[in-house]
């Protein structure tokens, strides 16, 4: 009799349990729709949480710090049970974020992770190594170079830089002029925002080629700008990918079109997919389970025209498999 009791209590604690996980209300603030990665990386998030029969409350920031702070307090008179959050730039939160610690709502920070992580209380973190991101960007380069027998020959280096504020900017700009003395060859000789978008890079670039000489390499911090920067040089009557050696980041399909096509020579791999981070995290959160503070950096690459990881011999296009494994 009393083991019968037992089983009843566990499977009860059990379907309690699920059925509680199968209630949730979750809400994600995020930052807009400014890159093509931006976009893979809600769908992702968005369709795990609907599969999962959880309810998303979710809301598209339009890159407005402003929109986040108002949609971040509309969550807490919601009384949703998680939030995930992806701030536009890495300053400003501090009040807001306390606002939703004094709620007791789970906060989850994704991609993007506030100055002020260390004074706020968090769930779990992920985010890209953006440090290691602009390393990769301006080593890529230089082993490029090299591999053409550039190596030694004087070039002039654009960045594109993201959003101005955004750690991811911040980091891959970090990055990139940590890794350049590397490679004495290489001058960096103009950088500015691009904002992560296609438009803004176009605009840019444009006003790189019209007030310098010669550009020889552009480091491109998303493969937005870097494919907005290609419609500026083509329209220059340059030829992308040779005149000018272009280097982007996400690792997006569309960057991947334009390596096959010729007419960008790598990308940096940072995955958008977060959504296998998130859900088992949410379950383990209502199991129980508690977290460190470390911010978690999802596996990346480097992928570029020559297949893969290798800076070797250029051939035309990525090798089949990783193009075919390409979702986003
Ligand atoms: C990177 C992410 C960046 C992407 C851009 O993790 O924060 O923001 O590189 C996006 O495409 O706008």
């Known amino acids: 009799m009393k083991k019968l009791l037992t089983l009843v209590l566990a499977l009860a604690l059990v379907l309690g349990l699920a059925a509680n996980a199968s209630a949730l209300t979750v809400a994600f603030s995020q930052i807009g729709q ?85 004074q706020i209380d968090y769930v779990a973190a992920f985010g ?105 040089i083509k329209a220059a009557g340059l030829v992308p990918g040779k005149d000018i050696i272009i280097v982007g980041c996400d690792s997006v399909k569309t960057a991947f079109d334009a390596i096959v096509a010729g007419e960008m020579n790598a990308t940096i791999e940072c995955t958008p997919l977060y959504a296998d981070f998130v859900i088992p995290t949410i379950k383990a959160l209502e199991e129980g389970q508690t977290f460190d503070k470390t911010v978690i950096h999802p596996e990346e690459g480097v992928y570029d025209c020559v297949g893969g990881i290798n800076c070797g011999t250029v051939v035309s296009t990525l090798a089949a498999d990783v193009i075919d494994q390409r979702v986003y």
């Not at 339009?62 to 986040?68: G, P």
């Not at 509309?74 to 730039?89: E, R, S």
């Not at 994704?110 to 100055?115: A, G, K, N, Y």
């Not at 978008?197 to 998303?222: C, P």
């Open 34 to 118: 400014e890159s093509d990665w931006r976009t893979a990386n809600t769908d992702n998030v968005c369709a795990a949480i609907e599969a999962e029969g959880w309810t998303l409350v979710y809301d598209d920031g339009q890159q407005k710090q402003e929109n986040q702070i108002k949609a971040l307090r509309n969550f807490i008179t919601q009384g949703v049970d998680y939030i995930l959050f992806t701030g536009v730039v890495s300053t400003g939160w501090e009040e807001v974020l306390a606002e939703v610690n004094e709620a007791e709502i789970p906060l989850l920070l994704l991609d993007r992770i506030p100055d002020c992580a260390d």
């Open 128 to 232: 890209g190594d953006f440090v290691e991101e602009g390393r990769r960007m301006a080593r890529w380069t230089g082993e490029y170079l090299k591999s053409i027998g550039r190596g030694e020959e004087e070039v002039n280096v654009v960045m594109l830089e993201g959003t101005t504020g955004a750690d991811a900017q911040i980091g891959r700009s970090e990055g990139i002029l940590e890794a350049l003395p590397e490679y004495p060859n290489l001058k960096l000789v103009a950088q500015q925002s691009g904002n992560f978008t296609r438009a803004e890079g176009q605009a840019v670039m444009e006003s790189f080629l019209k007030s310098i000489d010669k550009i020889d390499v552009l480091l491109a911090q998303n493969d937005d700008m870097a494919l907005g920067a290609i419609d500026a």
